[in-house]
């Protein structure tokens, strides 16, 4: 019966980042659990599925756990309030671009001083990542066979090289990292082209 | 020469710490010195970066996917836990199927929830203002008809007229017109006579509407203040109180007040003031109705004229019958009265209110007998000019 409960209260803000920090993953499994329901219920509450909530929610935990891991959160308020205000904002922005109205969000009462979280500027930055990403998928895209599925193979999918030099079929390791090492030249060409585009527009 | 292909290798094995430390020395102090070599190598880091960080988010995506679906396995699992000891206690419950209509429909109100009550409202407040604005426009209409003109009189329009006149006269004189003194805001009058000998009076509701304050002047000139006690809108009645001090009572009054209906044919008459002066008017109740059929007053024959209103109407005995009110401008000679019947229940049930001064309608009757003129003597007495100056809107 006790297995829905680790969200006990025993642990601190502080406990938990330094868990997290360390990569442990029952610490991320806890945050998560503990501020669920807040975050599904403001989406479900402000005209959305289970299922963006889900997605709102992941993404959120997604940029405060890089945060963590690279060490640059500046945490001026709970965890709680800090994941309030960068899922707000990342639901606020899918809802007006769905909507043709303006969109009006219905706060729950008790994560009011949402905006001087510092969540506006980590989602700038999370954005640009993610544009970084997009334009990343699109060059490994344009790249062609056999490169991108090297590629992905060995960065994306964490391959080993002896692996993917027996699924490729070369004579031997160094052959394939030869390969590697051009395609990756290639994936810079498009990938600096696109992505100086991307921000030039 | 070195290819950037080469170069890669290189900078990836100097990223993985797998440089010799000789070598490692070399290609940092390279970096430092050639900008050009700088500049691919940061390009390098930030490809692989990333791509690195893009693999780090895919993990971490799917490792949050998993924490979800666990969780909520752990949810249903508790909750089927829970279930499974319901089921134990109490009867099963009937499981909570919603149909793809209802889901449809639940999500349509989830989303359009705020637009569905804004239109609702205005929806609703459409209709009652339609009903409201049909309601004011048809009372508007059927207020007053043409045809029917209530009794009251104008003395605004006497004075000015005179004070022309007054003008005229002096402008011949050669002497230069007076300013004229400011215009009392809409001044009516009205005949009243007295209910009780404490000070009650009965006039027309339209003679006092509007009514900002009241004189009661009577015969002998005397002047009182009155304010007005009830008013009944419907059968155009208004009861008013002498306020002033220095009243002292009407003494005894000579005509009683018939409490049932008059008969058809019998003769009537009334005192008012349609000019200065107190006038008579005679002739007989000629319908037992009002206009257009109004059970609560009495057609009769006497010409009226704009200030009799208000006014006493008696019967050959000197029964109080009635109360002037108006008259049909398109009939010939065709006034109406309030019947006293109405006046009578009206006062009984003032006096359930506990009034001030109670009311004490007189019971015996001294015109009963007595020759009209001899009757008028005694009756003039208690009919009274109501003066009304009303507030500034009317």
Known sequence: ?201 | MMTEADYYALFEAYDRGELAAPARADLEARLAADPALALRYADFAELTGTLQAQSRRRALRQQLRSIHADMTKDQTSLKADVDAVKAETSAPAPMLRISRTERRLREFWSGYRATVGVAASVAVMAVFATLLGLEMWRNSKVQVPASYQWMRREINSLKQNQRALNRTIKRIDGTSALPTPPVNNGKFGGTGFALTSEGYLVTSYHVIRGADSLLIEGRDRQRYHAETVYSDKAHDLAILRIIDKKFNGFGRLPYTFKSGQADLGERVFTLGYPREDVVYGEGSLSARSGFEGDTAAYQISIPVNPGNSGGPLLDGQGNLIGVISARQNDLESAAFATKSSYLVKLVDSLRNTQPATPYHLPKTNQLTGAARPQQLKKLQDYVFVVKVFAKASE
Not at chain 1, 35 to 43: A, G, N, Q
Not at chain 1, 122 to 138: G, I, K, P, V
Request: glycine residues 6%; contains cysteine; aromatic residues 10%.
């Open chain 1, 1 to 201: 019966m006790s297995k829905g409960n680790l969200s006990s209260s025993g642990t601190t803000d502080e406990q938990l980042i330094a868990a997290i920090r360390r990569g442990d993953e029952r610490a991320l499994s806890q945050l998560y659990r503990m501020h669920w329901p807040m975050v599904s219920h403001f989406v479900l509450q402000n005209s959305g599925t289970d299922d963006d909530a889900q997605d709102v929610y992941q993404e959120g935990v997604m940029v405060f756990y890089e945060k963590v891991r690279d060490n640059s959160l500046e945490l001026s308020c709970q965890i709680k309030t800090y994941l309030y205000a960068v899922c707000r904002r990342l639901w606020l922005k899918r809802l007006t671009s769905k909507s043709r109205f303006g969109v009006r969000l219905l706060d729950d009462e008790e994560h009011g001083p949402y905006l001087h979280t510092g969540a506006e500027d980590d989602l700038l930055a999370a954005e640009e990542q993610d544009r970084r990403f997009a334009t990343m998928s699109e060059a490994l895209n344009h790249l062609g066979e056999p490169c991108r599925s090297l590629l992905e193979g060995f960065y994306l999918l964490d391959k080993s090289m002896q692996d993917l030099t027996a699924e490729f079929g070369y004579t031997n390791a160094d052959n394939a990292k030869n390969q590697k090492y051009k395609c990756l030249v290639r994936l810079k060409k498009l990938f600096f082209a696109h992505y100086k585009e991307e921000q030039a527009r």
